[in-house]
């Protein structure tokens, strides 16, 4: 089964700052990647599937990338409205699975 | 814009089963473009897919789960339900319904693209 890592699990970042987050399959999923963004009581949302493509209606300063087992979701200027959690969910085969999450805390 | 939520007991006695109904806004339920799936997540902890199963009867489960569960799809109700026999304390969570596109032109398929607003099951005596 497909096994999903993701680093950090925690990031603190200011307003303005580029932030990255990766996720690593344990086996090669090609571009079937998928990021969801969490806020507090709140179920997930997504943001980018595909590793690249963005959801319509996710702002531009969301982007995806990455192939195979290596994947980076990167935010290139935080907002305010993006503390949440981040998880990411392989969808090349079943079972599908969820990465461990990366909490995003503005400072 | 489609709807999803979850319904059932709050709260389920240690060894017994947890019963959940998915209500689905629309018809999309019986269509064949759509896997409908659960997912719960544990307090402090990330998502966890349960399974997922199509119009017509197919499944997935999660194999850590899979001997435990059962899904199925009443188009004429629009529900999708899921049962989880023999519960203990570890299977507090707050439960999830979610619709899957199974068209990977577009590479949107298995992403969980509509979310219900999840539902609290406490396992508890």
Known sequence: DIQMTQSPSFVSASVGDRVTITCQANQGISIWLAWYQQKPGKAPKVLIYGASTLESGVPSRFSGSGSGTHFTLTISSLQPEDSATYYCQQTNRFPLAFGGGTKVDIK | ?125
Request: glycine share 8%; charged share 15%; proline share 5%.
């Open chain 2, 1 to 125: 814009q489609l709807q999803l939520q979850e319904s059932g007991p709050g709260l389920v006695r240690p060894s017994e089963t947890l019963s959940l109904i998915c209500n689905v806004s629309d018809d999309s339920v019986s269509s064949t473009r759509y896997y409908w799936g659960w997912i719960r997540q544990a307090p402090g902890t990330g998502p966890e897919w349960i399974g997922s199963v199509y119009y017509s009867g197919t499944t997935h489960f999660n194999p850590s789960l899979k001997s435990r569960v059962t899904m199925s799809v009443d188009a004429t109700k629009k529900q999708v339900s899921l049962k989880l026999m023999s519960v203990t304390a570890a299977d507090t969570a707050v439960y999830f319904c979610g619709r899957q596109p199974i068209d990977c032109s577009a590479s949107r398929c298995y992403i969980f693209d509509s979310w219900g607003q999840g539902t609290l099951v406490t396992v508890s005596s």
